[in-house]
């Protein structure tokens, strides 16, 4: 009796600790879940909270409307600080909890050190944001997909905007030494260079995060340079107008969607005015667009971010590319991202081959009165 009760006591915590195992997973198991990568701190967090929040609001919808294949949808969010180094590490943290898609990352850097894990671990990113044009040409990253366009976009608007728009010939461009910055600055410089009418007087690398650049601003100032194009992000970019301006420099600053943040204008504060940097179209006229804007003003009580409406966009597009594959499957996912529509704020888009959404626009912006306005 003993020994048989003993057994039985055994059988019964085992199979309790088989219960609870699988009530541990039955989360996993339950729902499907959406990584979120991108700058969640740092300097770079205004550029990566939008799209946790974009995120949040999309599957708060979904989940209300019942899911994605019946199941809730579980948001899975890592922090990469904008750093490869970092990026790496959040990659392997998420391809471990078996996420099937990614929304992010961020930064180009970033994207592309973590899309080697990806890719082995058969798990589909979508950036709202990362623009370096090697994550889709280059055909080494099947598994990733952008809602943006890519940076030889941004470099032909600069260019012909400087020089048709503005009559400028004579430039000085910058970068951050980053796969993004200096992706755009060397478009930019080659763009320039086949252009008989234009001088490239100065081209140069500035290290990302040092506290004065006054040498790089005296450079500038001693080419006569008429415009500066500068590849990179705002905490660079907003301390090297800063500098212009208190030496009164009134040599024309053009850069990028990394500099197109609301946050530039506050680091920058009136030197600011009248600075130039190319960006998504605005997609204010776009029902959806309009509604996402409400949608995020009701729940955070602020007006959106960067990448805001392009990171919407991806979480649709992946849940939805999820729904009519009917599965996770990474094979039928890829499928459903490159045949199927889906409607979005940036508007109704699928993907190419090569995962970059068909018919995304950029535009140009200029700082006015201290708000970003699109120029027509």
């Not at 990659?91 to 970033?110: D, F, W």
């Amino acid at each position: 009796m003993k020994r048989n009760f003993g057994k039985f006591m055994m059988n019964a915590i085992a199979a309790g600790l088989m219960v609870f195992a699988m009530s541990g997973n039955g989360m996993a198991e339950d729902t499907i879940k959406m990584g979120v990568a991108g700058p969640h701190s740092g300097d770079l967090a205004s550029y990566g909270l939008p799209t946790v929040n974009a995120a949040k609001l999309v599957v708060k919808d979904i989940n209300a409307k019942g899911g994605v294949l019946g199941k809730q949808v579980e948001l899975v969010i890592e922090d990469d600080v904008c750093k490869p180094e970092v990026s790496t590490n959040t990659a392997t943290k998420l391809a471990s909890q078996k996420v099937p898609v990614v929304l992010g990352h961020i930064c180009s850097g970033a994207t592309k050190a973590a899309m080697g894990i990806y890719k082995d671990s058969k798990i589909i990113a979508m950036s709202p944001s990362a623009t370096n044009p090697d994550l889709t040409l280059s055909g080494d990253y099947p598994n990733f997909f952008r809602t943006i366009a890519h940076d030889l976009t941004q470099g032909d608007l600069q260019v012909e905007f400087a020089m048709k728009t503005l009559k400028l010939t004579k430039f000085a461009v910058l970068h951050d030494k980053g796969d993004y910055g200096k992706g755009i600055a060397e478009h930019v410089k080659n763009l320039l260079e086949k252009n008989p009418a234009a001088e490239v007087l100065l081209y140069e690398g500035v290290t990302p995060g040092a506290v004065d650049y006054s040498a790089i601003v005296q450079k500038i100032k001693r080419s006569g340079a008429e415009a500066v194009i500068f590849g990179g992000y705002h905490p660079e970019a907003s301390k090297i107008v800063t500098q212009m301006r208190k030496k009164r420099m009134d040599t024309v600053f053009i850069s990028d969607d990394g500099v197109k943040d609301d946050t530039f204008i506050k680091v920058a504060g009136e030197y600011a005015e009248g600075v130039y940097a190319t960006g998504p179209a605005d997609v204010s006229g776009n029902p959806m667009g309009a509604a996402a804007t409400r949608a995020h003003q009701d729940e955070f009580g602020s007006e959106p971010g960067a990448f805001f409406h392009n990171a919407y966009s991806a979480a649709l597009a992946l849940l939805n590319a999820i729904e009519k594959a009917g599965s996770t499957d990474y094979d039928a996912v890829v499928n459903a991202l490159r045949t199927r529509d889906v409607e979005t704020p940036v508007g109704k888009i699928r993907f190419d081959e090569k995962g970059d959404a068909i018919g995304v626009k950029m535009s140009m912006y200029q700082v006015r009165d201290g708000k970003y306005e699109e120029l027509k």
